[in-house]
């Protein structure tokens, strides 16, 4: 039986083709070792075919094939990674969000709300103490002011972090948009390589590296379909991500996302011109999770109020601020309060019930002035008479005081153009005209800063101690929640590394390996050589 | 498990960054001395010292009026004492003008010393604290008696001024004109107060020589000077709710301060020991970490 004299060469020539291969896989390998979303890659090697014999002597083996390259993944991971990373950044802005906004309150510490409000109400104990002492009754304004600036800042401080944050939505759109764009051209090119039969490795690692990405920012699901059969009689597969049901990506189609501003706000306490999302061709869009639920739920959650999201977020604390300066100026000013907790509100004696420090004993009428007022458009305080007109309507109209009220927030809370201009006077202790020693309309006025009935919640610090530690709990739960987030991508990233990742030693193994199978190989085609050497050169004639 | 070299560096690195956070976390606590910095640390700790800290605050400012209270009524007390004194020599002057063996020239001293002592009350009913009169009722800037001893204002045993000492608490700490010098009958301005009207009658008695008169009106010296004790001694009563008052309070400051103390403030020996002791493990988990991801394969073939 006789074959070819150069066979050999053939076969071995293919073991020192495979070995190269192996060897090209393993520097490919180490070479992406930390490129992010690489997946190792393995080659498959096979016996090559063999040749049959014709004398009945078997098969001839030929050596050795690369039949293919595969990336190791467990696509299993791959959805339960994604179907994790939409809470983990859902709760990784709210946990950073609700962070910055416990910082604004500045609680507990020396100098947040607690402290301004203690020193308002010491200076006005001081003034009881001694109410025709000119210079406790300008400490007691300025106290006021720092009352009333502590909301105004703080309430300046959530209008810029909502603005804030609507820009970053803007900005999250964009991102979602561009991830959505890079996943369609993949899809084409990866769809174009695999018509022939391949397996594009590398473009479907960057394109899972990609959704993982948007996995993060909103609910996508991602998967293929089969949507056919090509010529050569494969399925014929093309890729998909859905948010909501609704494709952002079919395939090669991309359908965008776009920021709408709003014409209504969604709440009172909203700032102008926020973005509602929605599809660019015109449907709504339901956003479940990911980091841009996380901004809407922080920039729009006002606890279910109006249809806002069921979240706590910044209109909200807003709201709260500005209950509590309505509440309480209204109470200070006006002395409209449920005194003893019936449920129906009561008109004891306020600030406007009082008398001047300079009135004199034929007065009839108090002098009226409130103590607080707001900030008009160009940023003065109102004096009482405005701010009154402000309200609308006649003095006997039932509404007449929440109408007035309802204009107040802790933006435009203010002390009152009187106070400001004439401290000395026009602080109302008195509630008989000309006697300077009186202060019994301030006793009024004290009395209640104990009240418990002056809000569900209670007097004034209780109010805003259930502020801030409403707010601390969720802050404390998004932080559980998160912390939870992490450990579980965190554990499902590992076993994904577990199976993709590219071990050194590993590789080292390998390159060992395949180093010895072509040093072999080559050893084959020496020996070979030498054989042929002694048949041509050796058995010379 | 099959385990890559990241897996290694990514574990190493979260773990690394646990530690950190925990360092950081009682750094924070040894640098501020507080358990908490975010209400979220710890919501029921961050609300308890919120209503401390009102607490404290509302303690501290009503030891600050009880303070005041106190100095009022010292002043107030001290002015009774010596309107007391005063009338005591009333007394005594008019008794020793009743002696039938006094000369006109000894009644005329007398009555020179009793106008003397008419002048030192109307003084007395004058007597300011900080600026302002303390008998005048709420109508502390204008003084009480003109110096006929007649009222120079209305005036009310209703003119009370109010300290608050506590919740709910309060302590009324002026004694009013009319109570002192007009035996308990509210008075109009120009109206004589009725101390001085005794004096001034002494005295128009020992002008006209009169000692009979003069022995007359020992009855109501001594009423008046009842209605001076029963003033005082009510003076007397609420010095001494202050003074319980005031010590309540500093045994309500120093349990709240402990409380809040006891409630934000760290355990510096345990936050120190929980510090090293996260140092430690820092410091092992680096070294650790350094040995684990060295050395591969590769450093072993040549």
């Known amino acids: 039986m006789s074959r070819s004299t150069f066979f050999g060469f053939d076969i071995a020539t293919r073991g020192l083709y495979t070995a190269q291969r192996g060897l090209t896989n393993v520097n490919h390998n180490i070479d992406n070792i930390n490129t992010p979303g690489y997946s190792r890659q393995k080659i498959t090697q096979t016996a090559s075919r063999p040749l049959l014999m014709a004398d009945g002597t078997g098969m001839l083996g030929t050596g050795s094939d690369v039949t293919g390259v595969y990336r190791t993944r467990d696509l299993y991971l791959d959805a339960k990674y994604r179907s994790e990373a939409q809470y983990l950044g859902e709760w990784d802005i709210k946990d950073r969000l609700l962070e910055q906004m416990q910082v604004m309150y500045n609680e507990p510490s020396d100098s947040g709300f607690n402290a301004v409000l203690n020193g308002f109400y010491d200076t006005l104990q001081q003034l009881a103490t001694d109410p025709s002492s000119l210079s406790v009754r300008a400490a007691v304004k300025e106290k006021a002011i720092m009352v009333a600036k502590y909301f105004n800042s703080v309430a300046a401080h959530f209008e810029y972090l909502q603005n804030d944050v609507n820009n970053i939505i803007y900005a999250k759109v964009q991102d979602i948009n561009s991830l959505a764009d890079q996943i369609a051209k993949l899809n084409k090119q990866i769809y174009n390589y695999e018509i022939t039969g391949n397996t594009a490795n590398d473009l479907r690692d960057q394109r899972d590296y990609l959704v993982d990405k948007l996995s993060r920012l909103i609910n996508i699901q991602a998967y293929e379909v089969v949507s056919g059969k090509l010529p050569d009689g494969r399925d014929d597969v093309r890729f998909c991500v859905t948010i909501s049901g609704k494709a952002i990506v079919d395939h090669t189609q991309v359908s965008y996302l776009t920021c709408v501003q709003r014409e209504e706000k969604l709440n009172f306490e909203d700032i102008n011109y926020l973005y509602d999302i929605k599809w660019a061709d015109g449907n709504t869009l339901t956003i479940k999770s990911g980091e841009l639920k996380g901004y809407l739920d922080i920039r729009d959650g006002n606890d279910e109020l109006n249809g806002s999201p069921n979240f706590r977020g910044i209109p909200f604390y807003q709201r709260r601020m500005n209950e509590f300066v309505r509440v309480f100026a209204m109470t200070f000013n006006e002395g409209i309060i449920d005194i003893d907790g019936d449920g129906v509100l009561d008109n004891v004696n306020g600030h406007v019930d009082g008398y001047r420090l300079n009135s004199t004993g034929d007065e009839t009428e108090p002098a009226g002035i409130r103590f607080f007022t707001m900030l008009d458009e160009y940023g003065n305080p109102m004096d009482s008479a405005a701010f009154a007109a402000g309200a609308g309507v006649d003095p006997t109209d039932p509404d007449y005081y929440e109408r007035m009220y309802s204009q107040l927030t802790a933006r435009t809370f203010s002390i009152s153009k009187e106070i400001l201009d004439d401290p000395s006077n026009n602080i109302c202790t008195t509630d008989t005209p000309g006697q300077v020693g009186n202060i019994e309309n301030l006793r009024s006025i004290l009395s209640m800063r104990h009240n418990t009935y002056m809000f569900m919640e209670g007097g004034p610090e209780d109010y805003i101690k259930t502020i801030i530690s409403t707010m601390g709990v969720d802050a404390q739960q998004a932080k559980t929640h998160l912390d939870n987030q992490v450990i579980m991508t965190n554990q499902i990233d590992m076993r994904r590394q577990s199976v993709s990742g590219v071990s050194i030693d590993e590789e080292m193994a390998n390159l060992v390996r395949y180093q010895h199978a072509y040093n072999a190989a080559a050893k084959m085609i020496q020996t070979y050589s030498e054989i042929l050497d002694i048949l041509v050169n050796g058995l010379g004639l | ?302």
């Open chain 2, 1 to 302: 498990m099959r385990i890559t070299n990241n897996m290694l560096i990514n574990n190493m690195l979260n773990n690394l960054n646990n530690n950190l956070n925990r360092m950081n976390k009682y750094q924070n606590q040894l640098a501020t001395g507080k358990k908490i910095s975010l209400p979220s640390d710890d919501p029921i700790v961050a609300s308890r010292a919120l209503k401390l800290r009102t607490d404290v605050a509302e303690i501290q400012q009503y030891k600050r009026n009880v303070d005041d209270a106190t100095s009022w009524m010292e002043i107030t007390e001290k002015t009774l004492g010596q309107i007391g004194d005063v009338m005591h020599r009333v007394r005594e002057l008019a008794v020793q003008s009743g002696n039938e063996t006094n000369t006109p020239d000894d009644l005329d001293k007398i009555r020179q010393e009793m106008e003397q002592l008419r002048i030192q009350m109307i003084h007395l009913a004058n007597t300011t604290y900080a600026g302002r009169y303390i008998f005048s009722g709420y109508k502390t800037d204008k003084p009480l008696l003109d110096e006929n001893g007649a009222f120079l204002m209305d005036i009310s045993n209703s003119e009370q001024i109010h300290f608050e000492i506590g919740i709910g608490d309060d302590i009324n700490i002026n004694v009013t004109g009319s109570d002192l010098f007009n035996n308990g009958t509210d008075a109009a301005a120009g109206e004589m107060s009725g101390l001085l009207d005794t004096l001034n009658n002494i005295i128009a008695a020992l002008e006209a020589g009169d000692n009979g008169a003069v022995g007359n009106m020992l009855d109501r010296i001594d009423n008046d000077m009842n209605n001076i004790l029963r003033v005082r001694s009510g003076v007397g009563a609420r010095m001494n709710r202050l003074e319980l008052t005031a010590n309540r309070l500093e045994d309500d400051f120093i349990n709240f301060t402990t409380l809040m103390s006891k409630n934000e403030d760290v355990d510096i020996a345990e936050a120190i020991m929980n510090l090293m002791n996260e140092e430690n493990v820092y410091r092992a988990s680096l070294s650790a970490g350094a040995r684990v991801i060295q050395p591969s394969l590769v450093d072993f073939l040549k």
